[in-house]
RNA sequence: GGCGGGGUAGCUCAGUUGGUUAGAGCGCGGGACUCAUAAGCCCGAGGUCAGUGGUUCGAUCCCACUUCCCGCUACCA
C-alpha cells in the first residue's frame, strides 16, 4: 500500500489580501494533511505562492517599489495566513524562487525538444487581470474603454509573436486518460464540464509574453516570459525539486495524491496541467479536486455589499478553531457554501460548547470529585458500554475510504452523532446515582473517557488545537495521536492521574 | 440556443435503485433530571418533497411540459 501522501492547495495569487476562499482551501487542505498524517501516511503538504505576471508587476510599479520586494511583501502576508490557519504544511513555494524557475525552464526545454512548442503569432484583445485573450464579439466598449463582456475587466490590443503549446494533439490522450481514470476531475458534478470543454476542441495554447518582463524567461530567447498558467503550476513538481535525482522527494511524492482547488480554475488543473505532463512524458496526478465557493448570504462576498467576512477578523473575535470547524461542518463539501456569522455563533455553542466541551468538563468534574482525580481501574465492561466504544472499530475502514472520496461531511457527522451518543450514554448510565456501586461507576467514567479520547483524536484533523487541548486530559500530545488507535477501548492508562481542564469553548452569548 | 446540476420543514442540507406515519442538525414549544459552560436527556409542533399532466395497483423519487436558480458552453449579430 502507497502510504506517501502528497496534497497541494492553489499557490495564491497575492495581488490583494488574503480572504476567505484562500483560507477555505487551504483549511480543507490542512484536514486531510492531518487526516493522513495520524493514519500514519507519510505527508508533504505543499502550499505557496504564484507572483509572475503582468498584474504584479503593474502593482509594483504604482506602488513605485521594486517587484521582488513587493512580492517579498505580500508573499509573506499569504505565510502568515499559513500560520494563523496553524497549516501542517511541510513547505511553502514562491514562483520568484530560484528551484522553482530552474523547474520551469528545464520543462520547457523538455517540451520544445519533444516538438510541443513553436513559435508563431498572436494577435487579439488581451485582459491582464484575467490573463486571457477575447474576441472581437466578446468585447464592449464602455467611455471609451474596451471591455471584456463576462468579466468587465479591461483589455488591450496585443499583437505580438509569442510560443504555443501544441494543446490541440492531446485532445484525444486527455479524454482517454479522463475515462480510465474517473476519479481524476472531482467532484464528479464538474467531470461533465470538463469533458465537454476537451470534446468541444482544444486550440494551441499560447504559453508565452513579449509585452511584460516579469515572469520567468524563455530559455534562448529571452525576449519571451513564460505564461504565467506554465510557470504556476509546475510548482507542484518544483516543489518537489524535480528533476534533480539527488533529492528524492519527487520520486518519493509524485504523482500527487490530490490538488485541492477552487472550481474557478479547475480548467486549468484539469486540462492544461495534465496536457503539460503528457506532453513532457510526466506522470499525470491521481486527483484534481475543484470545491465551491465561500459565499455569503448567497452572494459573492464583495466589499460594495458589505457582506465580506475577512477570515482574520473572525478568526480574531471567534478564534481559529471555531472558524474551521464551521467551514468543514457547514459548507456541503464539493458545492458552494453560504456562509454567515449567525451561524457561526450557533454552531460553537451548540457542536463546540454545549456538546463537545460541556462532554469534557462533566465527564472530567464528575471523575475528580468521585474518581480521585485517577483514570479508573476497577472497570468492567458491560454491552451498553462495548456497544458505543465498537463503533469506532466497526466504522474505521469506512471512514478511510470516505476520507478518500473526500467526503468530508461524512466524517464530521460521524463525530458529531457520537457526540450525541455520548452525551446520552453518560446521561442514561446516570454515575451520579451509582456511588454505591463503584466499580459500574468506575466503568461508566472510563467508558466515557475513552469516548472523549476516540472523538478529539478524530476532530484533530479538524480542529488541531482544541482537541490537543482535550487531550491534555490524558496527557496525550501530538505524536501519540494515532487513527488506529480509535479501535482500542483500553488505550488509556488505568489508574494514571487525570488533568482537570479548563473551558474548551467559551460559549457565545446572543 | 445547447449541455449539465438543482428547487425537500423557519434556516442549512440529507434521502428515497417507486411502496405503509419523508429525515438530520440548528431554531422553536413542553417535560423529567442535576455530573456539567442554565450545558445534557426525553417528548412535541412544523413540509400539498417548485407547478401541471402522464406511466403505475401505488411517485417526492420514472417520463413530458412549465417555471425559477446555478454552472459550463455556443451564437445570433
Known sequence: ???????????????????????????????????????????????????????????????????????DEISETFRKLSKT??????????????????????????????????????????????????????IETIDGKKIAINSKSEVEWVDEESYFFRLSKWEKPLLDFYEKNPDFISP?????????????????????????????????????????????LTNYISALNYPNKENDLFKTFWPASIHLIGKDILRFHAVYWPAFLLAAKIELPKKVYGHGWILSGDEKMSKSKGNILDPLEIIEQYGLDPLRYYLIKEVSFGNDGNISQDRLEDCINSDLAN????????????????????????????????????????????????????????????????????????????????????????????????????ISFMLYPIIPDSAL???KIFEINENNINFSSIMNNNFLEQGKKFNKIGILFKKIEK
Open 85 to 138: 490557519l496553524n497549516l501542517s504544511n511541510t513547505d511553502f513555494i514562491r514562483t520568484t524562487e530560484e528551484r522553482h524557475k530552474k523547474t520551469v525552464q528545464y520543462l520547457w526545454n523538455i517540451l520544445e525538444k519533444n516538438d510541443e512548442i513553436y513559435l508563431s503569432k498572436y494577435s487579439g484583445w488581451y485582459s491582464v487581470s484575467d490573463e486571457a485573450f477575447y474576441n472581437e464579439d466578446e
Open 469 to 471: 487541548k482535550a487531550l
Open 1 to 71: 500500500m502507497d502510504k506517501n501522501f502528497y496534497i497541494t492547495t492553489p499557490i495564491y495569487y497575492p495581488s490583494a489580501k488574503p480572504h476567505m476562499g484562500h483560507a477555505y482551501s487551504s483549511i480543507i487542505a490542512d484536514f486531510f494533511a492531518r487526516f493522513k498524517k495520524i493514519d500514519g501516511f507519510n505527508v508533504h503538504f505543499l502550499t505557496g505562492t504564484d507572483e509572475h505576471g503582468l498584474k504584479i508587476q503593474r502593482a509594483a510599479e504604482v506602488k513605485n517599489v521594486d517587484t521582488l520586494k513587493f512580492c
Open 355 to 454: 456538546n463537545f466541551g460541556n462532554l469534557c468538563q462533566r465527564v472530567t468534574a464528575f471523575a475528580m470529585n468521585n474518581c480521585q482525580g485517577l483514570i479508573p481501574k476497577d472497570i468492567d465492561f458491560e454491552k451498553e458500554d462495548l456497544v458505543i466504544l465498537d463503533d469506532f472499530k466497526l466504522n474505521i475502514e469506512n471512514i478511510r475510504v470516505k476520507i478518500d472520496e473526500q467526503d468530508v461531511n461524512y466524517y464530521i457527522n460521524f463525530i458529531v452523532n457520537s457526540l450525541f451518543v455520548a452525551n446520552k450514554y453518560f446521561n442514561d448510565q446516570e454515575p451520579w446515582k451509582k456511588k454505591d456501586n463503584p466499580k459500574r461507576m468506575n466503568t461508566i467514567v472510563y467508558t466515557t473517557f475513552e469516548i472523549i479520547r476516540k
Open 188 to 232: 464528479k458534478s464538474r467531470k461533465n464540464e470538463i469533458i465537454s470543454f476537451v470534446k468541444s476542441g482544444l486550440k494551441d495554447l499560447s504559453v508565452s509574453r513579449k509585452s511584460f518582463s516579469w515572469g520567468i524567461k524563455v530559455p534562448n530567447n529571452k525576449d519571451h516570459i513564460i505564461y504565467v498558467w506554465l510557470d504556476a
